[in-house]
């Protein structure tokens, strides 16, 4: 069984869902991919793990690093799990790129090298925005790419993390 909540941001409202073991997914409102994989029976509930994934929602929000993370379920590929546990790892407040993320997964794997595009592509597929920091991760260039809830969110995400932002930019539309 699915659960969900809704939940409302200072960047706008969100839709949290989760199962029996942990959060399946944190979407904004209007984001790309927003609620990807989520069944239509779902039931509007308030869990103790939608309960916690609030909590832990309210204290980022307030501009402080929550000392907790709600369980966690996210669905995906294995190469997408990945990712994610690697997301899971970079620092409040700091940023790695596309790039990093491959070349540790190319060592790790014992390859010569891994697609940054082919990482992208499994960060841009994180269901749990936020908590699994997605927005953490840039391009080599310090363009600030690549996120489904949108660039200004990104940029607001980062900012309320406090994280430097004078070597990044917003990629400019063609």
């Keep these: 069984m699915i659960y969900t ?13 989760a199962d029996d073991t942990g959060l399946t997914g944190a979407w904004f409102e209007c984001q790309k991919y927003f609620a990807a994989g989520l069944a239509d029976n779902c ?10 994934a609030k909590r832990w929602l309210d204290i980022y929000f307030s501009g402080k690093q929550p000392d907790f993370t ?6 995906g590929t ?3 799990q990945e990712v994610w546990l690697i997301l899971l790892q970079i620092p409040y407040g700091q940023t790695t ?8 997964l190319a060592k790790r794997k014992n390859l010569a090298r891994m697609s940054a595009q ?9 269901k749990i925005s936020i908590i699994i920091p997605c927005h953490r991760v840039v391009g080599k260039s310090g363009s600030l790419t690549g996120y489904a809830g949108g660039i200004n969110k990104k ?20």
């Design 97 to 104: 790129t596309y790039g990093d993320i491959a070349a540790h």
């Design 118 to 126: 082919a990482v992208g592509g499994a960060v841009g597929h994180n």
């Design 70 to 75: 709600p369980p966690l379920h996210p669905s």
């Design 43 to 52: 039931t509007e509930t308030n869990t103790p793990i939608l309960s916690e």
């Design 5 to 17: 909540a809704h939940y409302t941001s200072p960047l706008g409202n969100m839709l949290l869902a």
């Design 78 to 80: 294995a190469f997408q």
């Design 155 to 174: 940029i607001r995400l980062l900012e309320l993390e406090k994280t430097d932002m004078h070597k990044f930019f917003s990629p400019k539309k063609i």
